[in-house]
């Protein structure tokens, strides 16, 4: 069974920083591409950074060189590094696993962690 728990979300006062870890298990994760999304109150999921099998990144523009994303494939392990972090970053981040075969598409996410940005 594959699962993808994501933790260190919590409250953090503007301009502060956060560490979010992603461990998967049930998959052969150096394989996936990995990614962070977010949901944030009336919105839809948007993507946050996303890095590939291969460790090239990608980034939404509002990151704007704030957030950092890396993995450790020895530990199955992804992160996203917040810094700067500001109130309208207030969102639930959502964990994904993703690797393309053909016409099939594996997807795979995380159950979420809430981050709040407030004073």
């Known amino acids: 069974q594959v699962q993808l728990v994501e933790s260190g979300g919590g409250l953090v006062q503007p301009g502060g920083s956060l560490r979010l870890s992603c461990t998967a298990s049930?998959?052969?994760?150096?394989?996936?591409?990995m990614g962070w999304y977010r949901h944030l109150p009336g919105k839809q999921l948007e993507l946050v950074a996303s890095i590939t099998s291969g460790g090239s990144t990608n980034y939404a523009d509002f990151v704007e060189g704030r957030f950092t994303i890396s993995r450790d494939n020895a530990k199955n392990t992804v992160y996203l590094q917040t810094n700067s972090l500001k109130p309208e970053d207030t969102a639930v981040y959502y964990c994904n696993a993703v690797r393309k075969v053909a016409s099939t598409r594996y997807d795979h996410w995380g159950q979420g962690t809430q981050v709040t940005v407030s004073s």
């Open positions: 049930g998959i052969i994760f150096s394989i996936y591409d």
